[in-house]
């Protein structure tokens, strides 16, 4: 069946570092993915909606510049964390559908990474 | 805008027991709903999910939801509970029929198994 993928599943970067976190869709694909954040016993919180080849969507109070966006193919996102802080540390997941409406698809999770700044 | 509550953020049962999740959603039309489980430190696995008719949905391991339009709630419920059913799970809503529409989360339910 369809598989989001997500790498690396775990990081730890120094604090000012930027990491990069990889989103692909394996056997479809994707013009719209989504990236949420998940604190330690928290919900999953909504970041931003990656658009193929156009400007991600952010989520209000999600700094754009800080969380950089790349959808430059149909298959992958990519999730930057600029000068990364401790707050950063988080476990991040995103989310892909194939097809253009729910109806007999689903919506497919990456098995998320784990960021921690030090 | 669309919500969902999850009122319950910890819940405990004897195994054995039975289970009922609690899930309110807030939307304007017909939503999209779903359930998904957590194990400490894994991604999400998809239990059920209702699109439309049959408003009893039967999902994996043995759960089920029932859609109330009435009620506005979508809750979760299994018969007998294992150990390993131990986990966070989490009730979400689609904002929208497309697979460009969002997801919104509740806050998740915590289920303990007493021994």
């Known amino acids: 069946g369809a598989v989001v993928s997500q790498h690396p599943s775990w990081v730890i970067c120094k604090s000012g570092t930027s990491v990069k976190i990889e989103c692909r869709s394996l056997?479809?694909?994707?013009?719209?993915m989504f990236w949420y954040r998940q604190f330690p016993k928290q919900s999953l919180m909504l970041m931003a909606t990656?658009?193929?080849?156009?400007?991600?969507?952010?989520e209000q109070g999600v700094e754009k510049d800080k969380f950089l966006i790349n959808h430059a193919s149909l298959t992958l996102s990519t999730l930057t964390v600029t000068s990364a802080h401790p707050e950063d540390s988080s476990f991040y997941i995103c989310?892909?559908?194939?097809?253009?409406?729910?109806?007999?698809?689903?919506?497919?999770f990456g098995e998320g990474s784990w960021l921690t700044v030090v | 805008a669309q919500s969902v509550t999850q009122p319950d953020i910890h819940i405990t049962v004897s195994e054995g027991a039975s289970l009922e999740l609690r899930c309110n959603y807030s939307?304007?039309?017909?939503?999209?709903l779903f359930w998904y489980v957590q194990s400490p430190g894994q991604g999400l696995q998809l239990l059920l999910k209702?699109?439309?008719?049959?408003?009893l949905v039967q999902g994996i391991k043995g759960f089920e939801a029932e859609f109330k339009r009435s009620q506005s709630s979508f809750n979760l419920r299994k018969p007998s509970v294992h150990w390993s059913d131990a986990a966070e799970y989490f009730c979400?809503?689609?904002?929208?029929?497309?697979?460009?529409?969002?997801?919104?989360f509740g806050s998740g339910t915590r289920l303990s198994i007493r021994p």
């Open positions: 989310s892909a559908s194939p097809g253009q409406a729910f109806s007999g698809n689903t919506i497919y």
């Open positions: 056997d479809f694909q994707a013009t719209t």
């Open positions: 990656s658009n193929e080849g156009s400007k991600a969507t952010y």
């Open positions: 939307y304007g039309a017909t939503p999209y």
């Open positions: 209702y699109f439309s008719g049959d408003t």
């Open positions: 979400a809503v689609a904002t929208g029929y497309s697979s460009a529409s969002k997801i919104i």
